[in-house]
T-cell receptor
């Protein structure tokens, strides 16, 4: 099993540009989570899906952020327009329904200049 | 006030030392607790999972929960250089496994 796969690993973009982060979950894991990690705030849950359906998006900071999960094998997190304060490491994590704990991807390090 | 407080360190210890990592929390409803280890430039990986109060041991690692004090600990015995990482605590009141609050992490370096 290749684990949770995120792409790109690094992204540098200019303020105002659209950014799309991608995640391929572990096959059979029916929960998918998007987290953001910063030094000041640690890991923050942005949104999570169950069986491709968004369940809780209360952590999404504002309308500039959107997430989709069109099928069980793929999810995206989009920021449009991006701002310097969006700079962080974004993690995708997945979990199967009967398990405790998450399996995290290696993250996407986003820098908005 | 944050839901979960964790001393960021950094913590530096000699190889073989016993390490104690701690988190405090404010929500008395929390009853599911996890510890994650995060190596540099990697995602967190689950180390320990505990429910309610008490101790849980796994090899050199022991997780301890004191709900009366709202305090959890992770002990590492015979620490190794490979234990050098950031350790994150996480906790939840929900048995759905989906609403965990994470600490900011404690950076640990074990010196050979």
């Amino acid at each position: 099993d290749a684990g949770v796969i995120q792409s790109p690993r690094h992204e540098v973009t200019e303020m105002g540009q659209e950014v799309t982060l991608r995640c391929k979950p572990i096959s059979g894991h029916d929960y998918l989570f998007w987290y953001r990690q910063t030094m000041m705030r640690g890991l923050e849950l942005l949104i999570y899906f169950n069986n491709n359906v968004p369940i809780d998006d209360s952590g999404m900071p504002e309308d500039r952020f959107s997430a989709k999960m069109p099928n069980a094998s793929f999810s995206t997190l989009k920021i449009q327009p991006s701002e310097p304060r969006d700079s962080a490491v974004y993690f995708c994590a997945t979990r199967s329904g009967g398990a405790y704990g998450y399996t995290f991807g290696s993250g996407t390090r986003l820098t908005v200049v | 006030q944050k839901e979960v407080e964790q001393d960021p360190g950094p913590l530096s210890v000699p190889e073989g030392a016993i390490v104690s990592l701690n988190c405090t929390y404010s929500n008395s409803a929390f009853q599911y607790f996890m510890w994650y280890r995060q190596y540099s430039r990697k995602g967190p990986e689950l180390l320990m999972y505990t429910y309610s109060s008490g101790n849980k041991e796994d090899g050199r690692f022991t997780a301890q929960v004191d709900k009366s004090s709202k305090y959890i600990s992770l002990f590492i015995r015979d620490s190794q250089p490979s234990d050098s990482a950031t350790y994150l605590c996480a906790m939840s009141a929900s048995n759905t496994g989906n609403q965990f609050y994470f600490g900011t992490g404690t950076s640990l370096t074990v010196i050979p």
